[in-house]
């Protein structure tokens, strides 16, 4: 749940699109993602979960 709330959160839509925002753009200037933001998270919470899963459990 944890992992879904950093990806999902406004703020996290904002600091990437300081950070990837000369790429492409990932927020409209009212804080609402794009699609293309919008894609881009739901990747990075997918390998964000799968490398959780593939951890060690031990």
Do not use: D, K
């Not at 904002?14 to 609402?32: E, K």
Request: hydrophobic fraction near 55%.
């Amino acid at each position: 749940m944890l992992v879904f709330f950093i990806f999902a959160n406004p703020e996290t839509f904002l600091l990437t699109q300081g950070a990837f925002g000369s790429f492409f753009r990932i927020t409209q200037p009212t804080g609402v993602p794009t699609p293309v933001g919008f894609f881009l998270h739901a990747g990075l919470f997918f390998c964000t979960m799968l490398g959780l899963m593939l951890l060690p459990s031990e």
